[in-house]
């Protein structure tokens, strides 16, 4: 069992930064894949970025070069740095674990087991 909570959520303008924090519990963090993912009003679920224990990472289109994702397995956390911020970029956004192998595309909610409880996230122009 894994828990996750996300900390660092906000309201920021436009251009600015925020780092999200995503602490989990258990003892086996560094054997899961990481993701972010986020939800705005009315949209469904989306990828944002994903992290294998080793380091290797992935993101989605609409963030890449802006956000950057890490992970530090000695303090079970992993980490959104969110730069050059947009207002599209308002959403929900929640941590997810999932155990390797993945049951399906690490893109894809269903490939992630544990989630946590989400932190806003609110750009204004």
């Known amino acids: 069992q894994v828990q996750l909570v996300e900390s660092g959520g906000g309201l920021v303008q436009a251009g600015d930064s925020l780092r999200l924090s995503c602490a989990a519990s258990?003892?086996?963090?560094?054997?899961?894949?990481m993701g972010w993912f986020r939800q705005a009003p009315g949209k469904e679920r989306e990828f944002v970025a994903a992290i294998w224990s080793a380091g290797s990472t992935v993101y989605a289109d609409s963030v890449k070069g802006r956000f950057t994702i890490s992970r530090d397995n000695a303090k079970n956390t992993v980490y959104l740095q969110m730069n050059s911020l947009k207002p599209e970029d308002t959403a929900v956004y929640y941590c997810a674990a999932g155990r390797w192998p993945l049951n399906s595309s690490m893109r894809t909610p269903g490939a992630y087991q544990y989630w946590g409880q989400g932190t806003q996230v609110t750009v204004s122009s």
């Open positions: 258990g003892r086996t963090f560094s054997s899961y894949v």
